[in-house]
């Protein structure tokens, strides 16, 4: 089996065996008001992947190894492989990153300068929009290619370091049933009902940890929030303080209702008195 192919079966069902363990415990540091992507939730979090990453790449190792080599590897193939992996990718991932930015900033530039004398020379009307899909598919597939080729390139890596334990390993005896029989005796648990128990205790604790760790009202105001209103202070209603008040309003509403009758009776009478003096005047003429 080639390097890239053996680094790729290795890695890929570990990465998937590890994350869902990581992705609890990055909820946990969550609910603890920590960010699982920097500084101490970042930190906690890499500690905590060790002894996972270990242990699952333990056990993928050993199923591609039984599965697709038909060889038995050695105890603790788990840890020695991550070893060699972590020092590898510590050196190589940086480098990776580093040479995928300097290739796509190099692409834009050259693609935009194409773009530009395309413009100018062939065709003056090119839309804004087509101009940057353009660019974006030019850029964007160097790039891609750059990447593919680096991660092609670091899986090799990981294959290479991987093929002293296939060498080292015991080949597997005996007929393909016999082969079967002793992979399945393998993921097959000796003490299954003792497994359901732990498996069933581990997660209530971890349900109890994160309801513990979760704040007592949610969702609830970030420590730097500012707040832009004040707040009104609430007034206790007293019944007999009201209903006092409410009688005094009625009595001057009903003074002022008496007073208006009262004038409009005066304006009512004074157009009267003046017609019958008007009358009485003119029979004296």
């Known amino acids: 089996m ?4 053996l680094g790729l079966l290795v890695f890929w069902p570990t990465f998937w065996t590890g994350f869902p363990i990581k992705l609890v415990f990055a909820l946990l540091l969550l609910a603890a008001h920590m960010h699982p992507w920097e500084g101490t939730g970042l930190y906690l ?22 599965d697709r080599l038909k060889v038995d590897p050695q105890p603790g193939i788990g840890l020695n492989i991550w070893g060699r992996w972590a020092i590898f990718s510590a050196v190589v991932l940086p480098v990776i990153a580093m040479v995928v930015s300097v290739v796509t900033e190099t692409a834009k530039s050259v693609v935009a300068s194409m773009t530009e004398s395309f413009k100018e020379h062939i065709y003056p009307a090119l839309p804004v929009a087509e101009q940057i899909s353009l660019e974006l598919v030019m850029w964007g597939s160097v790039a891609s290619v750059a990447l593919i080729v680096c991660i092609l390139g670091w899986l090799y ?39 359901l128990t732990a498996f069933t205790g581990v997660g209530v604790v971890l349900v109890f940890i994160f309801w513990g760790l979760m704040p007592a009202t949610t969702p609830h105001p970030h420590a730097e929030y500012e707040y ?22 009625l009595a001057k509403a ?32």
């Open 2 to 5: 080639s390097n890239t192919k």
């Open 157 to 195: 890596g990981l294959g290479w370091l991987a093929q002293p334990f296939v060498k080292n390993a015991k080949p597997l005896d005996g007929t393909r049933d016999d082969q079967a029989d002793f992979w399945d005796r393998l993921r097959i648990p000796a003490d299954q009902p003792l497994l």
């Open 45 to 66: 979090l890499l500690l905590v992947s060790i002894p996972v990453d270990i242990w699952a790449l333990g056990l993928c190792a050993r199923t591609v190894l039984i």
């Open 228 to 249: 832009t209103f004040e707040k009104k202070e609430v007034k206790i209603v007293e019944p007999k303080k009201v209903l006092k008040e409410t009688e005094q309003v």
């Open 254 to 285: 009903e003074l002022v209702v008496k007073k208006l009758q009262d004038e409009k009776g005066e304006n009512q009478q004074k157009p009267a008195d003046k017609i019958e003096a008007s009358t009485e005047e003119k029979q004296k003429k």
